[in-house]
């Protein structure tokens, strides 16, 4: 177990729907970012937040959004779900950025219909 | 792109054998992390190796790492049936601070 917790790990929304996943991050990690991967593929990385600031995005789309709260958790956002967006939803915690290791929860995984 | 590339896709070994796998990437980096992951499940990190260190071992894994050819190298001594899962190589490439992942390697261990 790596302390990093995802909810909900399953999740089946409709074409033009709205979906929130949530993060919390392992005790002491400032650092959240978040991943889709889908079937088959590697992670690709949507953004990061660092003390509640988003610090740096992949090649997402605005209708990808995401907070961090005070408490170092993390919420990302989808609006408008494409069918596309079918995948598993990583959330990975860390210190000091990714110069060292980051821990991954179990992901959620998504089904757009 | 700075995605990394395993090689190979997929890999059959028997109970006991050396499974090795081998990563490219394109950019300079900061560092280099091995990764793997369960039936599409969460990823476990394995080791990390920063852009001055060569070799680094943990337990039964050894991992390369050779800048001049942008090439690192997964070696897991004496499989087991529980290692069977997708690795992955993932960059922190200089001035980043997210991990780049390559496509990964399917190693199945057949007891």
């Known amino acids: 177990e790596t302390g990093v917790t995802q909810s909900p790990t399953h999740l089946i929304k409709t074409r033009g729907q709205q979906v929130t996943l949530r993060c919390s991050s392992q005790s002491g990690h400032n650092t959240v970012s978040w991943y889709q991967q889908a079937l088959g593929q590697g992670p690709q990385f949507i953004f990061q937040y660092y003390r509640e600031e988003e610090n740096g995005r992949g090649n997402f789309p605005p209708r990808f959004s995401g907070l961090q709260f005070p408490n170092y958790s993390s919420e990302l956002n989808v609006n408008a779900l494409e069918l596309d967006d079918s995948a598993l939803y990583l959330c990975?915690?860390?210190?000091?950025?990714?110069?060292?290791?980051?821990?991954f929860g179990q992901g959620t995984r998504l089904t757009v219909v | 792109s700075q995605q990394g590339e395993e090689d190979p896709q997929a890999l059959s070994i028997q109970e006991g054998e050396n499974a090795t796998m081998n990563c490219s990437y394109k950019t300079s980096i900061n560092n280099l992390q091995w990764y793997r992951q369960n039936s599409g499940r969460g990823l476990v990190h394995l080791i990390l190796i920063r852009s001055n260190e060569r070799e680094k071992h943990s337990g039964r894994l050894r991992v390369t790492l050779d800048t001049s050819k942008k090439s690192s190298s997964l070696l897991i001594t004496a499989s087991r049936a529980a290692d069977t899962a997708s690795y992955f190589c993932?960059?922190?490439?200089?001035?980043?601070?997210?991990?780049?992942f390559g496509t990964g390697t399917r190693l199945t261990v057949i007891p």
């Open positions: 993932a960059t922190v490439p200089t001035g980043a601070n997210n991990l780049f």
């Open positions: 990975a915690s860390s210190s000091q950025g990714l110069y060292t290791e980051a821990f």
